[in-house]
């Protein structure tokens, strides 16, 4: 962005913001010599002037230290993301949101003491080369019913773990992270609770069919999932040497997560997803689950595993729990030094786990690592996509006939798939023994925060009925698929609704088809099976359960 634009779109209120431009641009808000984005999630190219667009191969991740600043030629720039959408004639900058960072332009208003009229056109403008800050392009064919009455939606969410990036908007939307730029990146973001204003998910929810669950203690129900009798150290139990080869290889609102090698089998690797519970510290903007909603996932996890062992609907489909513990106490040196090198080499939107104290209780759940998920896989042609959406689709129909399993939040990023040596995955439905083809891959579906599930008598599951922000998302198809679910459920969370998975598995289809990357497009088997994959997104929702949809492509 340069001085060019004071008489483009911003007019003359624009002038007055110019004499601000060192602060901003030390901030790294603006940046001088800003091109065009040309690649689908970020800015890539304008780390580099002289870079071509089509040497562009991976797109870099939205940091939320945007404010770096980067004084060492030799350590690479974090760049701000610019998502956009590709031959749209939407003019350039005609958005809610700032086109370079992502923050409410409004919002410079005040700071500022700056008028801008962001929707005002220009017809210089209309010469530009420059694209809009729209939705990716699988949505152009799916937008939502807000975008095609002409509404914009300010809240714009990246794909995939949609709570993460609600927080990270939040946090590039608040006068209070404006202000935060001005601190060195150095400092650990630490929130205190009686100065953060902050929403949550409304939280994890158990009911039985004589509405008894009052009575249930919960500490006492997660300990014996634990198989312990009371907390046990966090550093006895993964401090090194206790957890060797580890890296630290993801996050989430929720927490961290860790990848390490086996105790006793070096091939065997175990992913920690670390919980902090029951603390009165806000984490990552939101408040530490308790007790008894942190009991729901752990069923949940350990349930849907098991059905790889029941009689009647079994599959392997579902993360493989390999451990749940209970610990106490402050982070082990050991994985804050591996959360350090990972904040140095991606940048992490978490805050330091330095902030938690002696007293402070964590769920630590240890899972088979189930390979790379479907937003970064590269399948080797569409016939391989197709029969991995299959396995999903036949794990998700076990799951409704053995718990009555919804899945609610089935994005790409809840999908593994990793190399199998196996030719066929075997399954089984009301009894019956179905085998689909590997084609060289194993999927394998995670994450439960949102799922609901009926065992023992007990329905499990997350009560969204007034968690508005998550229905007034937009960014992507996966936001419209929370509203059709929110419909389909009349907004009542405790029903069984198996067309919510017929939703999500529609939202998966289509991401095989638009998305996803292949290594060869051009043979005749790519071309055949990408023709079956629309095929069956013509068709996808009138099923009304995955098990439906199982039994209408195997014909039984």
Same mark, same amino acid.
Request: proline share 4%; hydrophobic share 35%; aromatic share 10%.
């Given at each position: 962005m340069?001085?060019t634009l &004071?008489?483009?779109?911003?007019?003359?209120?624009?002038?007055?913001? =110019?004499?601000?431009?060192?602060?901003?641009?030390?901030?790294?808000?603006?940046?001088?010599?800003?091109?065009?984005?040309?690649?689908?999630?970020?800015s =890539?190219?304008?780390?580099?002037?002289?870079? *071509?667009?089509?040497?562009?191969?991976?797109?870099?991740?939205?940091?939320?230290?945007?404010?770096?600043?980067?004084?060492?030629?030799?350590?690479p720039?974090?760049?701000?993301?610019?998502?956009?959408?590709?031959?749209?004639?939407?003019?350039l900058?005609?958005?809610?949101?700032?086109?370079?960072?992502? *923050?409410?332009?409004?919002?410079?208003?005040?700071?500022?003491?700056?008028?801008?009229?962001?929707?005002?056109?220009d *017809?210089?403008? !209309?010469?530009?080369?420059?694209?809009?800050?729209?939705?990716?392009?699988?949505?152009?064919?799916?937008?939502? @019913?807000?975008?095609?009455?002409?509404?914009?939606?300010?809240?714009i969410l990246?794909p995939?773990k949609?709570?993460?990036?609600?927080?990270?908007w939040?946090?590039?939307?608040?006068?209070?992270?404006?202000c935060? =730029?001005?601190?060195?990146?150095?400092?650990?973001?630490?929130?205190?609770?009686?100065?953060?204003?902050?929403?949550? =998910?409304?939280?994890? !929810?158990?009911? &039985?069919n004589?509405?008894?669950?009052?009575?249930?203690?919960?500490e006492k129900?997660?300990?014996?999932?634990?198989?312990?009798?009371?907390?046990?150290g966090?550093?006895?139990?993964y401090?090194?040497?206790?957890?060797?080869?580890a890296?630290?290889?993801?996050?989430?609102?929720?927490?961290?997560?860790?990848?390490?090698?086996?105790?006793?089998?070096?091939?065997?690797?175990?992913?920690?997803?670390?919980?902090?519970?029951?603390?009165?510290?806000?984490?990552?903007?939101?408040?530490?689950?308790t007790?008894?909603?942190?009991?729901?996932?752990?069923?949940?996890?350990?349930?849907?595993c098991?059905?790889?062992?029941?009689?009647?609907?079994?599959?392997?489909?579902?993360?493989?729990?390999?451990?749940?513990?209970?610990?106490?106490?402050?982070?082990?040196?050991?994985?804050?030094?591996?959360?350090?090198?990972? @904040?140095?080499? !991606?940048?992490s939107?978490n805050?330091?786990?330095?902030?938690?104290?002696?007293?402070?209780?964590?769920?630590?759940?240890?899972?088979?690592?189930?390979?790379?998920?479907?937003?970064?896989?590269?399948?080797?042609?569409?016939?391989?996509?197709?029969?991995?959406?299959?396995?999903?689709?036949?794990?998700?129909?076990?799951?409704?006939?053995?718990?009555?399993?919804?899945?609610r939040?089935?994005?790409?990023?809840?999908?593994?798939?990793?190399?199998? &040596?196996?030719?066929?995955?075997p399954f089984?439905?009301?009894?019956?023994?179905?085998?689909?083809? *590997?084609?060289?891959?194993?999927?394998?579906?995670?994450?439960?925060?949102?799922?609901?599930?009926?065992?023992?008598?007990?329905?499990?599951?997350?009560?969204?009925?007034?968690?508005?922000?998550l229905?007034?998302?937009?960014?992507?198809?996966?936001?419209?698929?929370?509203?059709?679910?929110?419909?389909?459920?009349?907004?009542?969370?405790?029903?069984?609704?198996?067309?919510?998975?017929?939703?999500?598995?529609?939202?998966?289809?289509?991401?095989?088809i638009?998305?996803?990357?292949?290594?060869?497009?051009?043979?005749?088997?790519?071309k055949?099976?990408?023709?079956?994959?629309k095929?069956?997104?013509?068709?996808?929702?009138?099923?009304?359960?995955?098990?439906?949809g199982?039994?209408y492509?195997f014909?039984?």
């Amino acid at each position: 962005m340069d001085s060019t634009l &004071s008489s483009g779109i911003w007019k003359d209120s624009f002038d007055k913001l =110019l004499v601000r431009q060192p602060l901003l641009r030390e901030l790294n808000i603006i940046k001088q010599n800003v091109r065009a984005s040309f690649n689908i999630d970020s800015s =890539l190219e304008n780390t580099n002037p002289n870079i *071509s667009f089509t040497n562009i191969v991976e797109p870099l991740k939205i940091n939320a230290r945007f404010c770096d600043i980067v004084d060492n030629p030799n350590k690479p720039i974090k760049v701000i993301s610019t998502p956009h959408t590709k031959d749209c004639s939407t003019h350039l900058f005609r958005c809610a949101l700032s086109p370079i960072t992502g *923050s409410q332009l409004s919002l410079f208003k005040d700071i500022f003491n700056v008028g801008i009229n962001m929707y005002e056109e220009d *017809s210089e403008i !209309k010469n530009s080369n420059s694209e809009p800050l729209l939705n990716r392009p699988e949505c152009l064919e799916t937008k939502s @019913d807000e975008a095609r009455q002409g509404k914009s939606s300010l809240l714009i969410l990246q794909p995939g773990k949609w709570r993460k990036s609600l927080v990270f908007w939040r946090r590039i939307h608040t006068n209070e992270a404006l202000c935060d =730029l001005e601190r060195s990146v150095k400092e650990p973001r630490v929130h205190e609770n009686n100065k953060l204003d902050h929403k949550f =998910l409304c939280g994890r !929810k158990t009911i &039985s069919n004589n509405n008894s669950v009052s009575s249930v203690d919960y500490e006492k129900q997660v300990l014996m999932y634990c198989q312990q009798s009371k907390a046990i150290g966090f550093d006895t139990e993964y401090d090194f040497p206790n957890i060797k080869g580890a890296s630290k290889i993801g996050e989430g609102v929720f927490g961290e997560v860790f990848k390490f090698t086996g105790r006793t089998n070096p091939k065997n690797e175990v992913v920690l997803k670390i919980i902090p519970i029951e603390g009165k510290t806000v984490v990552n903007g939101e408040t530490q689950k308790t007790f008894e909603q942190i009991l729901p996932e752990i069923v949940i996890t350990k349930e849907m595993c098991n059905l790889q062992f029941c009689e009647r609907n079994s599959t392997s489909g579902f993360v493989n729990i390999q451990n749940v513990s209970l610990v106490k106490g402050v982070y082990p040196q050991y994985l804050i030094n591996l959360w350090d090198n990972f @904040d140095k080499e !991606k940048g992490s939107e978490n805050d330091h786990p330095k902030i938690f104290k002696e007293h402070q209780l964590f769920v630590v759940l240890e899972l088979k690592f189930a390979g790379q998920d479907l937003s970064t896989f590269r399948f080797t042609n569409a016939e391989q996509a197709y029969y991995a959406f299959l396995q999903i689709m036949t794990t998700l129909a076990v799951g409704e006939l053995e718990h009555q399993f919804e899945h609610r939040d089935l994005h790409w990023g809840n999908i593994l798939i990793k190399a199998a &040596s196996v030719k066929k995955i075997p399954f089984k439905l009301n009894g019956r023994i179905l085998s689909i083809p *590997s084609k060289g891959i194993r999927t394998t579906i995670i994450d439960y925060t949102l799922s609901r599930i009926k065992f023992n008598k007990f329905c499990y599951y997350n009560d969204l009925s007034s968690d508005e922000e998550l229905f007034e998302a937009t960014g992507d198809y996966q936001y419209d698929i929370y509203r059709k679910m929110r419909q389909e459920l009349k907004n009542n969370w405790t029903a069984f609704a198996p067309k919510t998975n017929v939703l999500w598995l529609s939202y998966i289809n289509k991401k095989m088809i638009d998305c996803v990357k292949y290594k060869s497009v051009n043979t005749k088997t790519h071309k055949l099976y990408v023709e079956k994959l629309k095929a069956l997104q013509n068709i996808i929702l009138t099923f009304e359960s995955a098990a439906h949809g199982v039994s209408y492509v195997f014909g039984y």
